[in-house]
């Protein structure tokens, strides 16, 4: 089984069912896995920041790297693949923050409300999260089954 | 409770010390008085790095559409800040890249993380416009040089640390230290005076996670620290110590720090980082993943 790699600020789609998409390290960056049943297209996205707006030459270069620009690409390069809205099954994890954080570092709580934000306004339902906390979280997406693996320091959970 | 003590730990280490041409490299760097031409002399002799420069410089000297040959030539290409950041990162103890099982790090992370803190220290003080570039780097790469050292020791102690984590709500350090007795930035300072690297440098491996430890605020160690933590905070390479660490407020109010900053800095370290991976790997992915 073919392992494809998601990069920090960096997003794959595709429809090779053998595949299975993988991203490590999930601090307070997101990562926000999609899948079509029907059409067995699968994708994921490992954004780290909230809006493009705080460097629009980096939002236009590097989408996968924020919320607002990344997650409509995550979209659209699946529904080329034919994935169908209506069908994706949404998946979504990481936000977490520091231990201590002095309030200064607040930057998982907004990359998490940035997103529930963009799919209010969309109409896209989580299906299923492993948001917050301290931990840093490495996810699989299973592109057979659309199995959502999330495996952290204290273990291994399945969406 | 571990029965090694720090001084045999780091007495009995089976690192390597530095390069000979990295501690050269370091000196120069560390030198207010040196320029360009000392780092020129420092790399000359080194066929890796060079090889590397000539590369990068007509790899990014295309469009004028000539070769370059000299070191010289491709140091002028590509400008001071990256030549010493591709010769500095081509020198990193080869320990940071292999796997560190006791800090859940795989091959490759601890490395990417010391780049990343590195890069994240400089970018720092550029903006700031506080410390000295080439210290803020090596610092950065180095900060986290103990861990090397106490892999085996916390391999033997991880339940138990994940343990302590988990009930205690502490942070790694703090699991570490009751663990093992002592730490990494204890263990990497100790190891790093052996090596003789200046005072500077020592000071802020040391005193990464606990800058209000000293008398006197110290810029690197403050921007060492901010730096690890926007690094963690971002996913850069933090393995099981995650997020488990402490932003000190002092230091965060000292240089009046927005998150805002973090963010737009945050976002250049990545995009900085990912082609230094380049270089390394040659398709920009983690060191692991080759």
Redesign the interface.
């Known amino acids: 089984m073919a392992d494809k790699?998601v990069?920090?600020?960096d997003l794959a789609v595709t429809d090779d069912h053998d595949s299975t998409l993988v991203t490590?390290?999930?601090?307070?960056?997101i990562g926000v896995a999609i899948w079509d049943p029907v059409a067995r297209v699968g994708g994921l996205l490992h954004y780290?920041?909230p809006e493009g707006a705080?460097?629009p030459e980096?939002a236009k270069s590097?989408p996968a790297?924020f919320c607002d620009t990344g997650v409509p690409q995550l979209f659209r390069a699946a529904y080329k693949l034919g994935a169908d809205k209506k069908r994706l099954i949404v998946k979504v994890a990481?936000g977490?923050?520091?231990?201590?954080?002095?309030?200064?570092?607040?930057?998982?709580k907004r990359n998490y409300l940035a997103l529930r934000k963009i799919f209010w306004k969309n109409g896209v339902m989580i299906d299923g999260e492993h948001v917050g906390g301290?931990?840093?979280r490495t996810v699989r997406l299973n592109v057979a089954d659309g199995k959502f693996l999330i495996k952290t320091?204290?273990g291994e959970a399945t969406l | 409770m571990s029965v090694m003590t720090i001084d045999q730990i780091v007495n009995e280490a089976n690192l390597p010390r530095l390069p000979d041409s990295a501690m050269r490299l370091i000196a120069v760097i560390n030198d207010p008085n040196s320029g360009m031409n000392d780092i020129i002399e420092t790399i000359r002799f080194d066929q890796t790095i060079t090889a590397e420069l000539l590369r990068r410089a007509n790899a990014a000297d295309i469009g004028a559409g000539r070769s370059i040959t000299t070191l010289d030539d491709a140091v002028r290409v590509l400008g001071t800040g990256r030549v010493m950041r591709i010769a500095m990162a081509a020198q990193t103890p080869t320990e940071l890249m292999k796997a560190q099982e006791g800090y859940?790090l795989?091959p490759g992370?601890l490395w990417r993380h010391s780049v990343g803190v590195a890069l994240m220290a400089q970018l720092l003080g550029r903006k700031l416009g506080v410390g000295n570039q080439g210290v803020l780097f090596t610092a950065g790469l180095l900060h986290d040089v103990g861990k090397t050292l106490l892999n085996t020791h916390m391999r033997k102690e991880y339940a138990h640390i994940?343990k302590l984590?988990?009930d205690r709500?502490t942070?790694f350090l703090e699991a570490e230290q009751e663990a093992l007795g002592f730490s990494h930035p204890e263990v990497g300072a100790r190891l790093c005076e052996k090596w003789g690297l200046p005072d500077v440098i020592v000071r802020a491996i040391r005193y990464h996670h606990e800058p209000d430890a000293l008398t006197e605020p110290d810029e690197t160690v403050d921007l060492t620290h901010v730096a690890n933590?926007i690094c963690?905070?971002?996913?850069?390479?933090?393995?099981?110590e995650?997020?488990?660490?402490?932003?000190?407020?002092d230091v965060?109010s000292r240089y009046g720090?927005?998150?805002?900053l973090?963010?737009?800095l945050?976002?250049e370290m990545?995009?900085e980082l990912?082609s230094i991976q380049k270089v390394f790997t040659g398709t920009?992915?983690?060191p692991d993943?080759r």
């Open positions: 790699v990069d920090i600020a490590y390290s999930l601090g307070s960056c780290m920041l705080i460097s980096k590097n790297m990481g977490s923050q520091l231990l201590d954080n002095n309030g200064a570092f607040n930057i998982g301290s931990i840093s320091r204290e | 859940g795989s992370e994940v984590v988990a709500k942070t933590v963690r905070v971002m996913g850069v390479g933090g393995g099981d995650g997020l488990l660490v402490r932003a000190n407020a965060v720090l927005k998150e805002s973090f963010e737009s945050g976002a990545v995009m990912k920009g992915e983690a993943a």
